[in-house]
C-alpha cells in the first residue's frame, strides 16, 4: 500500500521532493541536529542511510512511497549477510527511525519498515577493566619532574578522577574548571553537567596549568583548550586515543582507551558503595541502564571479595574438626555438624 498521490501542479512538484531518500534523509538528519544530537550518532545514521540509499538505487526505487515491506526485509537481508550483527543493528535502526520520522511528518501514510526484521542483540560485555593498582601504576609511572611528563600524570589523574567521555575531556577549556569541578559543556546529546574532581587530581592538574600549560601555550597565543601537546596544540581525539595507547604500553596495559579509564572508574566507585544513580550522574547517562555492565562487574568483585575474606568463607573455618559431633556417617562420609536451635 503507498499514499495517495493526488497533489497537482507547483505543489505536487514541491511534494514529490520529500519523497526523495537523499532529500528525506537530509531532512531527518537536521531534525536530529536540531534535537542536539551529537555528531557521532549524526554520521552514524548518515552513512547507515546512505548505504540504504544505495540499495534503493540497486533495486530501481528513487521514490520512497515505492519502497514496501519486501523491500526493507531483503535490505535486512543483505545487510546481515555481510556486516556483524551489531552493525546491522545499527544500519536497520536507521532506516526505521528515517520511515517513523516520515511518517510523523505526513510525509509518508504507511511505514513499510514497521515490521521489520532485526537482529538479536548479544549483551554487551564491558570490555577490560583495569584493577584499582594498575590504574596506580598507570598513574605513578609518569615523570613529573618534565613538562609533558606533568601533563600527562595531571591528564590521567583528572580521567580517572572524572570519568570523561574523549570527546568531552580534550573539549575541555581552562575556563571550565572550578574549585573542586569541571563543567563538561556540549557532553552526550548536547547536555551540559558539572563533575566532581578529586582533591588530588585538581592539584596536579593546577600544577600543570602553571608549570607546563604556560610553556606550551607560548607557541599559540590565546589557546583555550586545557590539554595541550609540546608545541601548544590542543589534542584532537584521535591524537589523544594514540597517545594514551602510548602511556599504556610503557606499563603493560595493551590498547588503553579512554573509554577503558572510564568504566574503570565508574566500576571502582561502585565496587566502593556509591550509588548507580550518582555514578550514572557523573558519567552524563541518561538513564541507568547503561551503567548496568558496570554494576554487574562491581557485584561480582564484591561477591568473589566477600568469598575470600569473610570468615565464615575462608577454609579454616569451612573445615569442621576432626571427631567434631562423631562426624561419620552411613558408609564412613562425613556430615556437616547439626546447629543447635537457638
Given at each position: 500500500?503507498?499514499?495517495?498521490?493526488?497533489?497537482?501542479?507547483?505543489?505536487?512538484?514541491?511534494?514529490?521532493?520529500?519523497?526523495?531518500?537523499?532529500?528525506?534523509?537530509?531532512?531527518?538528519?537536521?531534525?536530529?541536529?536540531?534535537?542536539?544530537?551529537?555528531?557521532?550518532?549524526?554520521?552514524?545514521?548518515?552513512?547507515?542511510?546512505?548505504?540504504?540509499?544505495?540499495?534503493?538505487?540497486?533495486?530501481?526505487?528513487?521514490?520512497?512511497?515505492?519502497?514496501?515491506?519486501?523491500?526493507?526485509?531483503?535490505?535486512?537481508?543483505?545487510?546481515?549477510?555481510?556486516?556483524?550483527?551489531?552493525?546491522?543493528?545499527?544500519?536497520?535502526?536507521?532506516?526505521?527511525?528515517?520511515?517513523?520520522?516520515?511518517?510523523?511528518?505526513?510525509?509518508?501514510?504507511?511505514?513499510?519498515?514497521?515490521?521489520?526484521?532485526?537482529?538479536?542483540?548479544?549483551?554487551?560485555?564491558?570490555?577490560?577493566?583495569?584493577?584499582?593498582?594498575?590504574?596506580?601504576?598507570?598513574?605513578?609511572?609518569?615523570?613529573?619532574?618534565?613538562?609533558?611528563?606533568?601533563?600527562?600524570?595531571?591528564?590521567?589523574?583528572?580521567?580517572?578522577?572524572?570519568?570523561?567521555?574523549?570527546?568531552?575531556?580534550?573539549?575541555?577549556?581552562?575556563?571550565?574548571?572550578?574549585?573542586?569541578?569541571?563543567?563538561?559543556?556540549?557532553?552526550?546529546?548536547?547536555?551540559?553537567?558539572?563533575?566532581?574532581?578529586?582533591?588530588?587530581?585538581?592539584?596536579?592538574?593546577?600544577?600543570?596549568?602553571?608549570?607546563?600549560?604556560?610553556?606550551?601555550?607560548?607557541?599559540?597565543?590565546?589557546?583555550?583548550?586545557?590539554?595541550?601537546?609540546?608545541?601548544?596544540?590542543?589534542?584532537?581525539?584521535?591524537?589523544?586515543?594514540?597517545?594514551?595507547?602510548?602511556?599504556?604500553?610503557?606499563?603493560?596495559?595493551?590498547?588503553?582507551?579512554?573509554?577503558?579509564?572510564?568504566?574503570?572508574?565508574?566500576?571502582?566507585?561502585?565496587?566502593?558503595?556509591?550509588?548507580?544513580?550518582?555514578?550514572?550522574?557523573?558519567?552524563?547517562?541518561?538513564?541507568?541502564?547503561?551503567?548496568?555492565?558496570?554494576?554487574?562487574v562491581a557485584t561480582r568483585e564484591v561477591k568473589e571479595t566477600h568469598a575470600r575474606t569473610h570468615p565464615r568463607e575462608t577454609d579454616e573455618v569451612r573445615k569442621p574438626a576432626s571427631g567434631e559431633h562423631g562426624l561419620a556417617g552411613p558408609g564412613g562420609s562425613s556430615r556437616c555438624p547439626v546447629p543447635e536451635q537457638p
Amino acid at each position: 500500500m503507498t499514499p495517495p498521490r493526488s497533489d497537482t501542479g507547483s505543489e505536487r512538484g514541491e511534494r514529490s521532493r520529500e519523497y526523495r531518500p537523499t532529500l528525506a534523509s537530509a531532512s531527518f538528519l537536521d531534525s536530529l541536529r536540531l534535537s542536539g544530537r551529537s555528531e557521532a550518532t549524526l554520521k552514524a545514521h548518515e552513512n547507515a542511510l546512505r548505504q540504504f540509499g544505495r540499495f534503493l538505487d540497486g533495486a530501481g526505487l528513487s521514490d520512497l512511497r515505492d519502497v514496501t515491506p519486501s523491500h526493507t526485509e531483503a535490505y535486512a537481508r543483505q545487510v546481515q549477510d555481510r556486516i556483524s550483527r551489531e552493525s546491522a543493528y545499527v544500519y536497520l535502526n536507521s532506516v526505521r527511525v528515517l520511515f517513523r520520522f516520515l511518517v510523523e511528518r505526513n510525509v509518508l501514510l504507511v511505514d513499510p519498515s514497521s515490521s521489520l526484521p532485526m537482529p538479536k542483540m548479544r549483551e554487551r560485555l564491558t570490555g577490560r577493566i583495569l584493577t584499582p593498582d594498575e590504574m596506580t601504576r598507570l598513574i605513578e609511572s609518569q615523570d613529573a619532574a618534565t613538562p609533558t611528563g606533568l601533563r600527562d600524570r595531571a591528564m590521567l589523574e583528572f580521567l580517572y578522577s572524572t570519568g570523561l567521555r574523549v570527546s568531552e575531556h580534550r573539549r575541555v577549556k581552562s575556563q571550565d574548571l572550578g574549585e573542586d569541578s569541571v563543567t563538561v559543556r556540549g557532553g552526550k546529546g548536547a547536555k551540559d553537567r558539572v563533575v566532581p574532581v578529586g582533591v588530588r587530581a585538581m592539584a596536579w592538574v593546577r600544577r600543570y596549568i602553571m608549570e607546563a600549560r604556560t610553556r606550551f601555550a607560548e607557541y599559540r597565543p590565546g589557546v583555550e583548550e586545557l590539554w595541550l601537546t609540546r608545541w601548544g596544540k590542543p589534542f584532537g581525539e584521535q591524537m589523544m586515543q594514540i597517545h594514551l595507547r602510548a602511556l599504556g604500553t610503557t606499563v603493560g596495559i595493551a590498547y588503553l582507551t579512554c573509554h577503558m579509564i572510564r568504566r574503570s572508574m565508574a566500576t571502582h566507585l561502585l565496587t566502593a558503595g556509591a550509588s548507580p544513580s550518582e555514578v550514572s550522574a557523573i558519567l552524563g547517562h541518561s538513564d541507568l541502564k547503561s551503567l548496568s555492565r558496570y554494576v554487574k562487574v562491581a557485584t561480582r568483585e564484591v561477591k568473589e571479595t566477600h568469598a575470600r575474606t569473610h570468615p565464615r568463607e575462608t577454609d579454616e573455618v569451612r573445615k569442621p574438626a576432626s571427631g567434631e559431633h562423631g562426624l561419620a556417617g552411613p558408609g564412613g562420609s562425613s556430615r556437616c555438624p547439626v546447629p543447635e536451635q537457638p
